[in-house]
């Protein structure tokens, strides 16, 4: 113990029951050498039983490098004190046993971290799997945020631990998990790993579960969700990759995650939907689909500002998709110039930031106004 004092500038600022933990494992060591030597057969299994008398907890007070520190300084102790307890003629037969054992004593300490390690990684894939279900089903408190933060969880902290700009934003990525006998995943908890790894190498933090046949990401600490699922989709499955709506933190990743689910349940009405794809660019297909999220989204950002002041610009984008995109027909019907209905048309393209002069924009238009219609009948009354 003096030695390790000494030698090891760490020890000396352990706790006293820490110190106390290491002393108790020292002489069990050496106890459980002398047995061993006395009969190496009857005692074949002492080197991996010396670390029985230390708590669970010992392995996350001291790491395996110090342990390996101090297994060596306990070693190099014996060897400089062994040649006064015993004859000259019995060290170098002590002394090759003794290096055997500490051979044997190094595998243990390795099995026993090796251990910790799995039950802890065990502990923290189910907490893993358990925080990204709160967030998928809404259920987020104050816990949610202390047991992301117990899993590493920063919501912004880069590959060097530097703020990422935007750090507290989050949104939910959804798409369809890999086949475990498919490359380049070789089971779900290595794709979780994985994915969580490569966030890290592209600045952004990661929380990930495999839900059934889906794999859901909640990415962490960059506003621009889709940069960052470009460098992660080789490790999703083929088929369509839906990124939800940018958040302010955790506690609102609800309101992502609902909508990118809703997303990949009606992507496949959009055959030619880029992969990622963002939630908010499936509007039309998730109202068809059912998702009143997204039909309220339509009627109230996209039809509510055309029905502003005298409707003009309602009518023209009405009239405009009912002549089948013809900008003359449109002025015709309005009796207007068809410069007019081009300024009106640019008009709807910047209120509403789609531009029917675009073929899916116009779609999610038609849509949008079909909604705004059978929601609020009185405020798209034609002023025709």
């Known amino acids: 113990m003096a030695a390790m004092e000494a030698k090891l500038p760490w020890f000396g600022k352990l706790s006293a029951q820490d110190r106390s933990w290491i002393g108790l494992v020292a002489q069990s060591g050496i106890s459980a050498f002398v ?94 799997a358990l925080l990204v279900d709160s967030v998928i089903r809404g259920e987020t408190d104050e816990s949610v945020r202390s047991r992301a933060s117990a899993l590493g969880w920063t919501g912004g902290a880069g590959t060097a631990g530097s703020a990422v700009p935007g750090g507290a934003e989050v949104a939910v990525v959804v798409g369809r998990a890999p086949a475990e006998t498919s490359p380049p995943a070789n089971g779900s908890s290595n794709v979780v790993d994985m994915v969580r790894h490569a966030a890290r190498e592209a600045g952004a933090d990661a929380l990930c579960a495999v839900q059934g046949d889906r794999l859901v990401v909640v990415l962490g600490g960059t506003s621009e969700p889709v940069e960052i699922v470009q460098k992660l989709a080789r490790w999703f ?72 002041g005298d409707g003009a610009l309602l009518d023209t984008v009405s009239a405009y998709l009912d002549s089948g995109g013809s900008i003359e027909a449109t002025a015709r019907a309005l009796f207007v110039h068809a410069n007019t209905v081009r300024y009106r048309l640019k008009r709807v393209a910047d209120l509403t930031g789609y531009n029917p002069l675009n073929p899916r924009d116009s779609f999610t238009l038609r849509v949008a106004l079909t909604l705004g219609r059978l929601l609020n009948p009185e405020a798209g009354s034609s002023t025709l």
């Open 237 to 308: 499955g083929p088929g369509p990759i839906v990124v939800g709506p940018v958040v302010k933190d955790l506690m609102a990743a609800v309101t992502s995650a609902r909508a990118a689910v809703a997303g990949l349940r009606a992507v496949a009405a959009w055959p030619g939907a880029p992969r990622p794809v963002y939630a908010d660019e499936l509007l039309p297909e998730r109202s068809l689909s059912g998702d009143g999220h997204a039909r309220r989204q339509l009627a109230n950002e996209v039809y509510a500002p055309l029905t502003a």
């Open 35 to 128: 047995d061993w030597f006395r009969d190496p057969e009857a005692h074949s299994s002492m080197p991996t039983r010396i670390f029985g008398s230390a708590p669970r907890e010992f392995t996350r007070v001291i790491s395996l490098h110090q342990t390996v520190d101090l297994v060596r300084t306990t070693i190099e102790t014996i060897e400089n004190t062994i040649g006064t307890l015993l004859p000259p003629a019995d060290v170098p037969i002590v002394n090759e046993a003794i290096q055997r054992y500490a051979r044997e004593v190094a595998f243990a300490a390795a099995t026993v971290y090796a251990q910790a390690a799995e039950m802890r990684g065990a502990w923290d894939a189910r907490l893993e």
